[in-house]
């Protein structure tokens, strides 16, 4: 079965720092496109960023674009997110999402808080 657990997010204040990991099992991690995807209390979800396989290409939304960094170490099966700058409006669950010709699969996700 595939898993993905996403960790590291916790209350920043605003203009801070959260790395998040996501530790992946179940597939191989390396054969796959991988993004990261969030929901804010009250609304849809969102996509955030995607990867493609070996790492060398990536995209953001637009929102993001300059503050968050994707990475994957496909070695550990693992994706991060580097966080920088953070505003209140990136306050969600964000969850770690494996992209697949049987459509995307997702696993627990970690919260994200940005508040002073």
């Known amino acids: 079965d595939v898993q993905l657990q996403a960790s590291g997010g916790g209350l920043v204040q605003p203009g801070g720092s959260l790395r998040l990991s996501c530790a992946a099992s179940?597939?191989?991690?390396?054969?796959?496109?991988m993004s990261w995807a969030r929901q804010a209390p009250g609304k849809g979800p969102e996509w955030v960023s995607s990867?493609?396989?070996?790492?060398?290409?990536?995209e953001y939304t637009a929102s993001v674009k300059g503050r968050f960094t994707i990475s994957r170490d496909n070695a550990k099966n693992a994706l991060y997110l580097q966080m920088n700058s953070l505003k209140p409006e990136d306050t969600a669950v964000y969850y770690c999402?494996?992209?697949?010709?049987?459509?995307?699969?997702r696993g627990q996700g970690t919260l994200v808080t940005v508040s002073s």
């Open positions: 179940g597939f191989t991690f390396g054969s796959y496109e």
């Open positions: 990867i493609n396989p070996s790492g060398e290409s990536t």
């Open positions: 999402v494996k992209i697949g010709p049987d459509g995307p699969a």
